[in-house]
């Protein structure tokens, strides 16, 4: 047996992105969106801004998150106030992401990741 096929091996790209209890987390809150967040009614934006609170969100007054959204980590996510995240919108962030005041967010994607991206032309 090579060092490559034991769990625990010095090569980084053999150990998970992140810890047992990010993940365990990450699956709470997938299992909480799945049964309660997602088929809330629209207008219950109250509710789901309670559960998102829950995880960990920074909240301002008058958000506004709807319910087809798809929020990867909620503990990273930070909105001021009056911010609008319209059905469709993707936030995949696995570090912080902060959304401005009155800032609505359509059928678009927002990354906070520590990955270099780069541009091809």
Known sequence: MNS??????SDPSLRPSFPLA??????????VALLLFRPSPRPAHAWRAFLLRLF???L?????????AEIWA???LRCDDTVGV??????????LISIGSH??????AARATTIPIRRFR
């Open 4 to 9: 490559h096929t034991v769990a625990g091996a």
């Open 22 to 31: 990010h993940r365990a987390r990450r699956q709470l809150w997938n299992i």
């Open 56 to 58: 960990g969100a920074q």
């Open 60 to 68: 301002g007054k008058d958000c506004h998150i709807y319910p087809r």
């Open 74 to 76: 909620p503990w990273n």
């Open 86 to 95: 319209a059905d469709g919108a993707v936030i995949y962030n696995p570090s």
């Open 103 to 108: 800032a609505v967010r359509r059928t678009c």
